[in-house]
């Protein structure tokens, strides 16, 4: 498989995942701040510093309120992460390669793009509906993806990207809760926290599957225990980390069988450290700095994949002269201040 292909199908999963999880986001944040009660802190600023977009928005919206943070992180053409540059950079990736994805794929997202891009009347209607088509339009390509795709090389860099950012995403916005939303010992155990942390669990797409593992009440411990350890919750850190894992298994004996290089030890150790540890032991040595650490491991395992499969030695792209590169550099990717080294396909 050409470099350029598997860069390009690695990152329309990575966007396309990365519009889902911040339209689902939104969406919950608009819910959340209607039960808020009066007084308390809306939870829009969160959500920037849980994309770890800090920087651009207030450069951008110095005075940024609820009605910025929402155009920023939907439509905003300043921002690279936006929901409609991601769907606008996956489609750009999809159409340089359309002889290998197939025809539904592609008609999917390019109808999803044209529909953001084009229809007026879809940004007429409520927010909510908005966010919830979009979040649906990305679900449904996870499916035909998987439903049309042959499981070869071209899948597994699919899958590869998706459990990246899936597993990055997971970890941005509990670490956000844990670190940015309640500096107060005063606010923990209130309705205000039980609230925030019933919202954290439903921006991850966690919360049916949670109350059904689990029969307590919610707490910080069993959210944070879920969202990283949980080996069978399909946006856990733990479950990613097996099926990434797993994948980079199957591309390297498809690809360069041989001896374990860095890539290999690095994302065998990273999962080893997340399936064979505890909460409790990662809340008392702090759990940000736990955190901070696994986006760390992610950057260096995007680095490693990035220099292993998508670059020629010397940094050579080995695609045709006639393909034009997309330039994926500017899109952040974790919230710690080490944010991936992308450079374009």
């Given at each position: 498989m050409l470099s350029?292909?598997?860069?390009?199908?690695?990152?329309?999963?990575?966007?396309?995942?990365r519009a889902e999880n911040i339209s689902r986001f939104v969406e919950v944040s608009e819910a959340m701040a209607l039960d808020c009660p009066p007084g308390s802190a809306e939870p829009w600023q969160p959500l920037i510093d849980a994309n770890g977009d800090r920087t651009l928005f207030d450069a951008v919206y110095p005075a940024g309120g609820a009605h910025e943070v929402v155009e920023f992180l939907v439509r905003a053409e300043a921002n690279p992460s936006s929901i409609v540059n991601c769907i606008?950079?996956?489609?750009?990736?999809?159409?340089?390669?359309?002889?290998?994805?197939?025809?539904?794929?592609?008609?999917?997202?390019?109808?999803?793009?044209?529909?953001?891009?084009?229809?007026?009347?879809?940004?007429?209607?409520?927010?909510?509906?908005?966010?919830?088509?979009?979040?649906?339009?990305?679900?449904?390509?996870?499916?035909?993806?998987?439903?049309?795709?042959?499981?070869?090389?071209?899948?597994?860099?699919?899958?590869?990207?998706?459990?990246?950012?899936?597993?990055?995403?997971?970890?941005?916005?509990?670490?956000?809760?844990?670190?940015?939303?309640?500096?107060?010992?005063?606010d923990v155990g209130g309705v205000l926290d039980e609230l925030q942390w019933m919202s954290l669990l439903r921006s991850a797409g966690a919360y049916q599957m949670f109350r059904q593992s689990n029969v307590r009440d919610i707490?910080?411990?069993?959210?944070?225990?879920?969202?990283?350890?949980?080996?069978?919750?399909?946006?856990?850190?733990?479950?990613?980390?097996?099926?990434?894992h797993e994948t980079l298994q199957l591309i390297g004996r498809e690809s360069a069988p041989g001896t374990p290089d860095d890539l290999e030890c690095r994302v065998g150790l990273t999962q080893a450290r997340w399936s064979y540890t505890k909460i409790d032991k990662l809340i008392a040595g702090g759990l940000h700095e736990a955190i901070d650490g696994l986006q760390q491991d992610l950057n260096e395992l995007?680095?490693?994949?990035?220099?292993?499969?998508?670059?020629?030695?010397?940094?050579?792209?080995?695609?045709?002269?006639?393909?034009?590169?997309?330039?994926?550099?500017?899109l952040s990717t974790t919230?710690?201040?080490?944010?991936?080294a992308c450079t374009p396909a």
């Open positions: 350029r292909v598997a860069d390009s199908l690695y990152w329309i999963n990575r966007y396309v995942e606008a950079m996956a489609r750009e990736n999809a159409r340089q390669i359309r002889d290998v994805i197939t025809s539904e794929m592609w008609e999917h997202l390019n109808g999803l793009y044209w529909t953001l891009v084009e229809n007026e009347g879809f940004w007429e209607e409520p927010t909510q509906e908005q966010l919830r088509e979009i979040r649906r339009g990305c679900q449904l390509f996870y499916g035909i993806t998987d439903a049309t795709l042959s499981r070869d090389l071209s899948w597994q860099f699919s899958r590869l990207g998706r459990l990246i950012e899936r597993a990055d995403k997971t970890t941005r916005i509990l670490d956000v809760k844990y670190f940015l939303l309640l500096p107060s010992p005063d707490s910080p411990e069993g959210v944070a225990a879920f969202l990283l350890l949980n080996p069978l919750f399909p946006r856990s850190v733990r479950y990613c980390l097996e099926r990434i995007h680095r490693l994949i990035h220099d292993r499969y998508f670059v020629l030695p010397g940094g050579l792209s080995p695609e045709d002269d006639t393909v034009i590169p997309v330039n994926q550099s500017a919230a710690s201040d080490q944010d991936l």
